[in-house]
DNA sequence: ACGATGATGAAC
DNA sequence: TTCATCATCGTA
């Protein structure tokens, strides 16, 4: 059972702004929104900075991942696999490239959303979203709905998949609840 | 355990 | 222009 405690508020790039892994963390418990569901954000990684031998940003500025060197609180959407879309919110602030991947969001009776590409495939979000800004007026944007989360309640393990990151691929940089 | 399936980035 | 690689999933 989930109690609201305040009123909602949509999260924007304040919020995004701040450092990723804080952001990443706080992410547990917000709402991903489409104009007609919201689905409470359950587990996602971090990705945090030029240093960052797991990010897509390590080896600088390419045409795939300009947006997370935009401005935070923009989406980023990228293809892997020949078949799966990911979604990141890009975050920290213009020409620091880091974002959050959103791994998972609380099931709905309609479908298990346990995976990154699951959450995607299942609310038709691809590319179409990439470097737009996470708003209403997008069709997708994440909101705070005052479920409070305590910190005994957040896991965190090295990220999914990134094996060949050396030093990175130990950081406990995935969270979840 | 592995195949599906295609964009990406770097080498040649 | 080719090639290895890839932040995965579903079926086995």
Redesign the pocket.
């Known amino acids: 059972m989930i109690t609201y405690h305040k009123k909602m508020s949509i999260l924007g790039k304040k919020f995004f702004e701040q450092p990723t892994l804080k952001v990443a963390k706080e992410l547990l418990g917000k709402f991903l929104c489409t104009p007609k569901e919201k689905f409470m954000i359950t587990e996602v990684?971090a990705?945090d900075g030029p240093k960052d031998k797991?990010?897509?940003a390590y080896?600088g500025k390419?045409?795939?991942?300009t947006p997370m060197f935009g401005p935070a609180g923009v989406w980023y959407v990228?293809?892997?696999?020949?078949?799966?879309n990911?979604l990141?919110i890009v975050v920290g602030s213009k020409n620091y490239p880091a974002?959050v991947?959103l791994r998972g969001l609380l099931s709905s009776p309609r479908a298990k959303l346990d995976?990154?590409?699951?959450l995607t495939k299942f609310l038709k979000i691809d590319r179409k979203f990439n470097g737009k800004k996470a708003v209403p007026k997008n069709n997708l944007w994440i909101e705070d709905l005052g479920v409070k989360i305590k910190k005994s309640q957040i896991k965190s393990s090295p990220?999914?998949?990134?094996q060949?990151a050396g030093e990175w691929a130990k950081k406990h940089y995935r969270f979840y609840l």
């Open positions: 990684e990705y797991a990010s897509h080896k390419t045409a795939r991942n990228y293809f892997v696999y020949g078949m799966h990911m990141n974002a991947l995976g990154p590409a699951k990220r999914i998949g990134v060949y």
